[in-house]
């Protein structure tokens, strides 16, 4: 079993920036990528930011130039930059990551983009 561990999240003002972690744990033999998602309420999830541990990365239209997403492969560990933080930003924020070709999701952590 794996486990997806995410922190970093909480309340920003406008134009601020955040960076969000999440750590996988547990029975892992490859990790083909990690990425997160986000829901808003009364919207679907939506795909954020997604890395592999080759460097390939791709990202959801309204975060480009915005958002960047690494990896600490050693760590097992996603890092989500986000700056120029808008109030649209505002949502539940979920690591995914594709482990020994299962999926998994973290538990959420939640991002308030307010004045």
């Known amino acids: 079993q794996v486990q997806l561990v995410e922190s970093g999240g909480g309340l920003v003002q406008p134009g601020g920036s955040l960076r969000l972690s999440c750590a996988a744990s547990g029975r892992i033999f490859t990790i083909y990528n990690m990425g997160w998602y986000r829901q808003a309420p009364g919207k679907q999830r939506e795909l954020v930011a997604r890395?592999?541990?080759?460097?390939?990365?791709n990202y959801g239209d309204s975060v480009k130039d915005r958002f960047t997403i690494s990896m600490d492969n050693a760590k097992n560990t996603a890092y989500l930059q986000m700056n120029s933080l808008k109030p649209e930003d505002t949502a539940v924020y979920y690591c995914n990551a594709l482990v020994d070709l299962a999926a998994y999701w973290g538990q959420g952590t939640q991002v308030t983009v307010s004045s």
């Open positions: 890395g592999t541990p080759g460097g390939y990365t």
